[in-house]
Each structure stands twice: as structure tokens, then as C-alpha cells.
């Protein structure tokens, strides 16, 4: 019988702040973020960053598992810094409505612009992940938010953002069940959630 060993490459440091999870996963020739915090904390994020042995420049794109300001509020700021942001299609409505809510707020927010993004359907998601040398796949999980997705990686990884736990949904939540499905039609063994552990 030839035995069977289970080698996890994947490297994965939770740079998180402020009671949520940001996500650091290597790809190829840098580093992929999951989430990043509220607007104007990208020095809480550098120094997450130098504290975990990273810097920012290493940092080659950004995936918001939804546009929250908690979870996106960064995202030009990491622009600036020449990070590609991951643009799904099916968040179009939740970038959308984010620069609308913070025309009302107080945040220093800067407003994310459509240039240089990287612009796709969460159906072409595979083939772009495998470019980065990663084997995985975006989904479109609403629920928490209509724009909200998960990256799932074939390791059996599911990056899920704010999407509530089973146990934790109302009766009626029919769309986190939905999600939740999507989720587990793939044999997923470890959830890395946006809050908690
Ligand atoms: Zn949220």
C-alpha cells in the first residue's frame, strides 16, 4: 500500500487590525491580500505588515471579499501603492454604493478609481487564480452583502468574509444558506472568516 502524504504549501499570515482579519497568501513572484481595514489605516497595516516579517511592496493584488469599510476601506490607498485590485463583476453594485456612503461620512476615504483594475466574472476566476499560481476559485456568496464573495482554494481553504456562520442564521436567511452550499459543494476543511477565529 503506497502511503499518502498531505503537504499544505500554502502560506497563509492573518495581518489583521481593529477586530477583523486580513489575509496575506503567497502567490507567485509576491503576495496576494485578502480584506484590509478602514480608510486612512494604512500605517496600522504597514506596521501588521513589518511585525509578520512583510512590507507592502510585496503586495502585487487585493481581493475585498466585499465592500464594507472594514474589509475595503483601503482599497485605493493600496491602489496607490501600485496594488492591482481584483474587480469581480458581481461586485460592481457594492463598489458602487460604497463611494456613495461615503460621500455622507467623515472617513478619510479615497474614492477607488476604475483605472488599472483587474476587471473579471467570478466565473473566470480559476484561470486567473492559476496564474498566480494559485488553484482555486472565486465565488459569488451573497448573504452578509449582495457583494459578497469567497475564495475557496483547492487545499480546502474558504476565505468567507462576513458571510455568518450556519448556526448563526436566521431561518429565513435563505441566501447565507445558498452561499454556504456553493461553499461546501467543495471539500473545504479550514474557513478563514473576516472577524474572529
Ligand atoms: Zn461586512
Redesign the pocket.
Known amino acids: 500500500m503506497t502511503p499518502v502524504f498531505f503537504r499544505i504549501n500554502m502560506n497563509i499570515i492573518n495581518v489583521g487590525y481593529d477586530s477583523t482579519n486580513y489575509y496575506l497568501l503567497d502567490i507567485r513572484d509576491g503576495k496576494l491580500l485578502v480584506d484590509s481595514g478602514f480608510p486612512g489605516t494604512l500605517p496600522k497595516l504597514s506596521a501588521e505588515l513589518k511585525r509578520k516579517g512583510c512590507s507592502i511592496g510585496e503586495i502585487k493584488y487585493f481581493l475585498p471579499?466585499?465592500y464594507?469599510p472594514?474589509?475595503a476601506g483601503l482599497t485605493q490607498e493600496l491602489k496607490n501603492h501600485g496594488i492591482k485590485l481584483i474587480a469581480l463583476e458581481e461586485q460592481a453594485g457594492g463598489i458602487s454604493a460604497f463611494t456613495e456612503f461615503f460621500k455622507t461620512k467623515k472617513y478619510p476615504f479615497q474614492e477607488i478609481q476604475p483605472e488599472d483594475n483587474i476587471n473579471m466574472k467570478c466565473t473566470d476566476s480559476r484561470k486567473f487564480l492559476a496564474g498566480l499560481g494559485l488553484n482555486g476559485e472565486i465565488l459569488h456568496t451573497p448573504g452578509?452583502?449582495n457583494d459578497?464573495i469567497t475564495l475557496i482554494l483547492d487545499e480546502g481553504f474558504a476565505f468567507t468574509?462576513?458571510l455568518h456562520p450556519v448556526f448563526a442564521l436566521p431561518e429565513n436567511d435563505l441566501p447565507s444558506r445558498e452561499s454556504w452550499d456553493k461553499i461546501n459543494s467543495h471539500k473545504i476543511t479550514r474557513i478563514y472568516p473576516?472577524h474572529g477565529s
Do not use: A, F, P, V
Open positions: 471579499t466585499h464594507h472594514d474589509h452578509h452583502s459578497s468574509g462576513d473576516g
